[in-house]
T-cell receptor, first 114, second 113 residues
Framework: NAGVTQTPKFRVLKTGQSMTLLCAQD?????MYWYRQDPGMGLRLIHYSVGEGTTAKGEVPDGYNVSRLKKQNFLLGLESAAPSQTSVYFCASSYPRNAHTEAFFGQGTRLTVV | GNSVTQMEGPVTLSEEAFLTINCTYTATGYPSLFWYVQYPGEGLQLLLK?????DKGSNKGFEATYRKETTSFHLEKGSVQVSDSAVYFC????????????FGQGTTLQVKP
């Protein structure tokens, strides 16, 4: 049972570099999300998708882009990394339509921007 | 908009002590409420949930009751163990069709032997 898989698990970037974080889920979920976790701030939603080919902004979208070309994959891109983007990033997925179902999370990607 | 507020941590307890972590929320409509747990170096796992007023969610000795009159969903456990040391997040999922989870800031629990 793979569930939600994130790659890579760790990454160090220099300011101005770009990278893409990959999230893959094998549960046939319609909804997918990207969160960032910072000390004392809980998890904040960056972008989300309610289906293949659709994306929307969350609470803190600036500096990030996303794509959902395939239902099972949700990519998070940083075009020009900044130290403020140092964080732990979590991907999650869930079933649609039913607000009672929980979201399933990946193991996280720890990103450091120097 | 929807929001969740948790008690600040860290919370340090001795083994077998009683645990309460407070959580209150603000939401329109009828949200579902969740507690997630994050063990060191891992992702978030669902601990328990409640989907309507007066529901009690329970799992692994933890309980929380959905109190609409006080807009609260406090987490309790009668006797904590060292293995319960983790970060606990309260979250709500609103009644919109996006399924977004809104999280509290998290409470770190450390249980000492």
């Amino acid at each position: 049972n793979a569930g939600v898989t994130q790659t890579p698990k760790f990454r160090v970037l220099k300011t101005g570099q770009s990278m893409t974080l990959l999230c893959a889920q094998d549960m046939n979920h319609e909804y997918m999300y990207w969160y960032r976790q910072d000390p004392g701030m809980g998890l904040r939603l960056i972008h989300y998708s309610v289906g293949e080919g659709t994306t929307a902004k969350g609470e803190v979208p600036d500096g990030y882009n996303v794509s959902r070309l395939k239902k099972q994959n949700f990519l998070l891109g940083l075009e020009s990394a900044a130290p403020s983007q140092t964080s732990v990033y979590f991907c999650a997925s869930s079933y649609p339509r039913n607000a009672h179902t929980e979201a399933f999370f990946g193991q996280g990607t720890r990103l450091t921007v120097v | 908009g929807n929001s969740v507020t948790q008690m600040e941590g860290p919370v340090t307890l001795s083994e077998e002590a009683f645990l309460t972590i407070n959580c209150t929320y603000t939401a329109t409509g009828y949200p579902s409420l969740f507690w997630y747990v994050q063990y060191p170096g891992e992702g978030l796992q669902l601990l328990l949930k409640a989907t309507k007023a007066d529901d009690k969610g329970s799992n692994k000795g933890f309980e929380a009751t959905y109190r609409k009159e006080t807009t609260s969903f406090h987490l309790e456990k009668g006797s904590v163990q060292v293995s319960d040391s983790a970060v606990y997040f309260c979250a709500l999922r609103g009644s919109s069709n996006t399924g977004k989870l809104i999280f509290g800031q998290g409470t770190t629990l450390q249980v000492k032997p």
